[in-house]
């Protein structure tokens, strides 16, 4: 049925649910899984001209954070998968616009579903990152099994 499931994730309590749903359903069909962290990039265009040269090693430090935090939720799933005995790669793509990041790694990686959750962190932005999955949904051609 399913040889290649992408489990995008962003390390929420619901993402998390999604990725033990999609790790068991790889292990009972006997599928493998790609985890992806989608990450922004940075807009320098958001710092005053004047500010650019002193705020380029604070950009710096907060991508070396945000790719050692996506790194270290890739590495959970991954001892998931390695404790249910499902093969895993881990996967971290930059993309201003997340659901492009999962359509398009889907895609290069012959994945022939997604399983992800109805929406990512809590708050303001749940609404937000409740569109990335609205915008899966109506962007991609490979099915999406949506956890909440």
């Given at each position: ?58 950009f710096a430090l907060h991508a070396e ?84």
């Amino acid at each position: 049925m399913y040889r290649h499931i992408l489990i995008p994730t962003d390390g929420s309590e619901l993402a998390g649910t999604a990725v033990r749903h999609g790790l068991a359903l790889a292990k009972a069909v006997g599928a493998k899984v790609t985890a992806l962290t989608v990450e922004g990039s940075f807009d320098v265009y958001t710092v005053p001209a004047s500010r650019v040269y002193e705020m380029s090693e604070a950009f710096a430090l907060h991508a070396e954070r945000a790719k050692a935090h996506a790194q270290k939720i890739l590495d959970s799933v991954a001892e998931q998968a390695r404790a249910a005995g499902v093969v895993c790669e881990t996967v971290q793509v930059e993309q201003d616009h997340a659901y492009e990041g999962i359509i398009e790694t889907a895609e290069q990686r012959g994945c022939d579903l997604i399983v992800m959750a109805s929406h990512g962190r809590s708050g303001i932005a749940a609404i937000v990152l409740g569109s990335v999955t609205t915008k899966v949904l109506t962007h991609t051609k490979i099915p999406v099994l949506v956890c909440h």
